[in-house]
């Protein structure tokens, strides 16, 4: 029989093995509240998707009897849930794969449930509007995806989106070019993030507190002119030029796709080489690498000679900059007029983009898109004329940021310095 010297025992690791209880307490969650939804509104008829509308190559209707689709598929869903407690027991994490699959799945059988009695689902047009709604979104996770990499919490988003929008629609009015515009918004963008990067970086206020006064302050700010100079003066001042829809050919015929993401505007393309040039540039450039440095070590970074608080200054500009490109969204493609408070608290959902994205820039795209398309389902469940009180829709993109955020972001950690400041020597 041998024994453990001291030593031995001293420097031998401990390996600690911890369950991943969030997304099988998540999608258990979810799963109950479809099941007795299922079951308290039982489903009748045939459920119609409209795969395509409008369109060269087009592809009939698929028909599917509403309540054999429904059950099948939850069923699945419940599969599903039990593999995602088969992992958290075992001390496993799941795969990428569950909640996407789980998503699919469950949001097939919601619909088909709305859509009983001959309801008709249009995909194509579900899938842009959720796109359209998500633009807006996707800029501001991006803007606070590089602010955060830096260490600097863009709390401010809301306040650059609101500004770009207004900005936007004064210049685009007054030059009658809607080039101009955007330019102006994203002027107006670097304007809120200059004055957070200065109290945040150069004079170490907290940056939470200095993002929530911003807002505020702009919100108030734009509130104001918009009271003294644009409504009295609609007509000259508050009548934007908007860009016009174009459609890419061959490729905006293609089923499906092809209306959704190839017959865009301007902004909408170019959102495509922004979220392809950030992700690409925060991996594979020595700008991406500077900026990932700061925000995780930044006493190593000024060790090696990185400017640790200009190269905070400058990032925090540029993703005002890519913000207020998407508040110009607001006004120079949904509606050629500003209104008081138009972006309605979509700054604080792109944060939330942020976090559930594990701060990649192509993660928080996607979770934008994820809620852009549960805003957009809420109008679809309107028009479907569900059983679902109004008030309960209305609440529909919050409760998906929340049970996404509590879900599964929780399993991800900040970078290492986000929000701290940085004090040389």
């Known amino acids: 029989m041998t024994t453990m010297t001291a030593d031995e025992a001293v420097f031998t690791p401990t390996v600690v093995r911890t369950r991943h209880l969030k997304v099988a307490i998540t999608l258990t969650i979810v799963s109950v509240v479809l099941g007795l939804l299922f079951l308290l509104s039982p489903v009748t008829g045939d459920s119609v998707f409209r795969v ?161 006064v911003l807002n505020v302050l702009v919100s108030g700010l734009t509130g104001f002119l918009y009271g003294a100079m644009l409504s009295p003066n609609e007509a000259t001042l508050n009548n934007a030029v908007t860009f016009p829809n174009w459609k890419i050919p061959l490729l905006g015929d293609i089923p499906v796709i092809g209306p959704v993401l190839f017959d865009q505007t301007f902004i909408v393309y170019l959102m495509y080489i922004v979220v392809g040039v950030v992700a690409w540039g925060m991996y594979r450039t020595r700008w991406g690498l500077r900026l990932r440095a700061v925000g995780e070590h930044p006493q190593a970074a000024d060790t ?18 890519i913000a207020g490109i998407g508040g110009a969204y607001f006004t120079l493609v949904s509606v050629p007029q500003f209104t008081k408070d138009m972006t309605a608290g979509l700054g604080f959902i792109a944060l939330a983009a942020v976090i559930f994205g594990g701060w990649d820039p192509v993660r928080a795209t996607l979770a934008a898109l994820l809620f852009g398309f549960a805003t957009n389902l809420q109008n679809l469940l309107t028009v479907l004329k569900t059983p679902i009180p109004s008030e309960f829709m209305l609440m529909l993109p919050y409760v998906v940021t929340i049970l996404a955020v509590a879900g599964f972001a929780g399993q991800i950690k900040a970078p290492a310095a986000d929000g701290k400041p940085y004090i040389k020597g």
């Open 304 to 321: 090696v000679g990185i400017r640790v608080n200009p190269t905070r200054f400058w990032n925090v500009l540029l993703a005002g900059a």
């Open 52 to 212: 395509s509308d409008g369109i060269a190559w087009s592809i009939p209707d698929i028909h599917v009897p509403s309540a054999p689709t429904v059950w099948i598929t939850w069923i699945l869903v419940a599969v599903l849930t039990a593999w995602a407690w088969w992992d958290a027991v075992g001390y496993r994490r799941s795969g990428l794969w569950l909640p996407i699959l789980y998503a699919v799945l469950s949001m097939f059988a919601f619909l088909a449930w709305a859509a009983q009695d001959g309801g008709v689902v249009p995909v194509a047009g579900t899938l842009a509007g959720a796109l359209s709604l998500s633009v807006p979104l996707v800029y501001g996770a991006l803007a606070g995806v590089i602010g955060e990499r830096g260490g600097v919490v863009n709390i401010a988003i809301e306040g650059q989106l609101l500004l770009g929008a207004f900005s936007a629609v004064l210049l685009s009015s007054i030059t009658r070019n809607p080039f101009v515009g955007l330019i102006g918004a994203m002027i107006g963008g670097v304007l809120v993030a200059f004055v957070l990067a200065a109290f945040a970086i150069r004079y170490l206020v907290d940056q939470i507190i200095v993002g929530v």
